[in-house]
């Protein structure tokens, strides 16, 4: 962990571990990239994946990490800027450079990475690898971080953005809302409820409303954690928590509904039960054991935003011969998501971080 990366405080330590469990479910759901390979996906069995009867899982609904990270977002977010920001302490400005700082460098220099990929691979295969809409206008959409607003005709570029593009929008309604005075609890059960009813019947699988509603689900649940802690002692929540992950592992029950109704309404009710499980029972008694967990949780948002580019250069790498890859073989599987994480570890260390504290002293905000 470097010296001076923040250390998140004990509720949060659960926190990471959660973020980093979602963002190793997005690596191994989107392995089928590398199936892409033959040039044509529309023969691709899922069952044929490397561990399938022991992964299977995140092959098969490894892409509902998306929705629950909104929601850690909107935990985080609300435990800690919703009362300075209800107060007037945290200025537009600052909360702009603070998000831009953290998104914007990796995000920049991942779009590049991908543009030029993309036009190496199309050089040797005549088409693009997984996203396909990697013109000006896209490329124009991805720089402001505008990828998914609904402007634009296709994935394009570092495809997995497009879930950063979505929540950009919700931080400035996060911000609007905190200041305006939506903070309390029939506040954020209007904007969660309103979203998702809106999301249910007039604008279906909108996925700026499912990011509102999966926030302020969030949200609502950093509400509910700091009323447990003001008003149950210690020594009644370890009943409460049994109770919790008795009610977790029932809703584990419908997991056969997956099959047959939106993923994300089926995992509703699971999220808020395993954040707040996640922030009472992750308590690492060894420092060293805390440290690491806040490193994979800080490299969450590198290892998403490079995996694809990762992919990509595997991709160029074995266009002219795709056969050549084992994709059926566990190690190399293991190999892709051992690397990403690394990579993504190094990354934050390295660049991430340091981009980030150099804009905000140059760019200093009140």
């Known amino acids: 962990m470097p010296a001076n990366a923040p250390r998140p405080t004990d509720t949060l330590i659960g926190i990471e571990l959660g973020r980093f469990s979602c963002a190793l479910a997005v690596l191994f759901w989107h392995y089928q990239h590398f199936y892409y390979l033959t040039g044509d996906s529309t023969w691709f069995d899922r069952t044929r994946q490397p561990g399938y009867s022991l992964l299977w899982p995140f092959f098969q609904f490894g892409y509902l990490a998306v929705p629950i990270f909104w929601a850690f977002s909107g935990f ?9 920001i209800a107060a007037g302490q945290v200025p537009a400005a600052r909360f702009a450079m603070l998000r831009f700082s953290r998104l914007y460098p990796l995000h920049f220099v991942t779009l590049l990475l991908a543009a030029a990929l993309q036009s190496a691979y199309l050089a040797q295969r005549g088409a693009a690898f997984v996203y396909p809409s990697n013109d000006l206008r896209h490329f124009g959409l991805q720089l402001f971080l505008a990828s998914s607003w609904g402007l634009e005709r296709g994935s394009s570029f570092n495809g997995p953005v497009w879930s950063i593009s979505v929540e950009v929008l919700v931080y400035a309604l996060f ?78 029950a419908t997991v056969p509904l997956l ?45 998403y935003l490079l995996h694809f580019p990762i992919q990509l250069a595997v991709a160029v790498a074995f266009a002219r011969h795709p056969q050549a890859l084992p994709l059926d073989n566990l190690a190399v599987l293991f190999a892709f998501v051992a690397f990403t994480i690394a990579a993504g570890i190094v990354c934050f260390r390295r660049f991430e971080r340091p981009a980030q504290d150099w804009i905000r002293r140059r760019f200093p905000t009140r």
Request: charged share 15%.
């Open 259 to 303: 099959q047959r109704l939106p993923g994300p309404m089926v995992i509703a009710p699971f999220v808020p039960l395993a954040i707040l499980l996640l922030i009472r029972l992750v308590r690492p008694k060894s420092q060293r054991t805390a440290d690491w967990i806040v490193t994979l949780g800080n490299t969450t948002y590198s290892s």
């Open 76 to 84: 985080i977010f609300f435990h800690k800027y919703a009362a300075p």
């Open 175 to 252: 911000f609007a809302a905190s200041r305006l005075g939506a903070t309390r609890v029939w506040s954020l059960v209007l904007l969660a409820g309103g979203a998702a009813l809106v999301s249910a019947t007039v604008a279906k699988d909108n996925q700026i409303l499912r990011c509102v509603f999966f926030f302020y689900l969030g949200a609502l649940t950093s509400v509910c954690h700091r009323w447990l802690d003001r008003h149950l002692p210690p020594r009644r929540q370890s009943p409460l928590r049994a109770g919790a992950v008795g009610v977790l592992l029932a809703l584990f």
